[in-house]
Nanobody, 114 residues
Framework: QVQLVESGGGLVQPGGSLRLSCAAS????????MGWYRQAPGKQRELVAT???????TYADSVKGRCTISRDNAKKMVYLQMNSLKPEDTAVYYC????????WGQGTQVTVSS
């Protein structure tokens, strides 16, 4: 069974940076589009960024210009580099296959606060 393990979150001040990592074990990662999602308390989970099997990317308007998604298929890893972080970026961040999705992992908490 596929396991998704997110890491790299933490507490940062506004304007700071974080690099999130996603390890996808038990899966042939290379043939699937992957995405990063986030969910704040009381809000729906939203799609932040996607990356296709060939490396094409998309970003939500809220993070465009501040985030970069990347992947390493050989290592079964997906990354999200986040810069110029804002308080509204505070959320639990998850990775997953776009379609069909796997069971959700635990996510990694990102808190942007002074």
């Amino acid at each position: 069974q596929v396991q998704l393990v997110e890491s790299g979150g933490g507490l940062v001040q506004p304007g700071g940076s974080l690099r999130l990592s996603c390890a996808a074990s038990g899966s042939s990662l290379s043939i699937y589009a992957m995405g990063w999602y986030r969910q704040a308390p009381g809000k729906q989970r939203e799609l932040v960024a996607t990356i296709t099997s060939s490396g094409g990317t998309t970003y939500a308007d809220s993070v465009k210009g501040r985030c970069t998604i990347s992947r390493d298929n050989a290592k079964k890893m997906v990354y999200l580099q986040m810069n110029s972080l804002k308080p509204e970026d505070t959320a639990v961040y998850y990775c997953n296959r776009i379609y069909p999705p796997h069971p959700w992992g635990q996510g990694t908490q990102v808190t942007v606060s002074s």
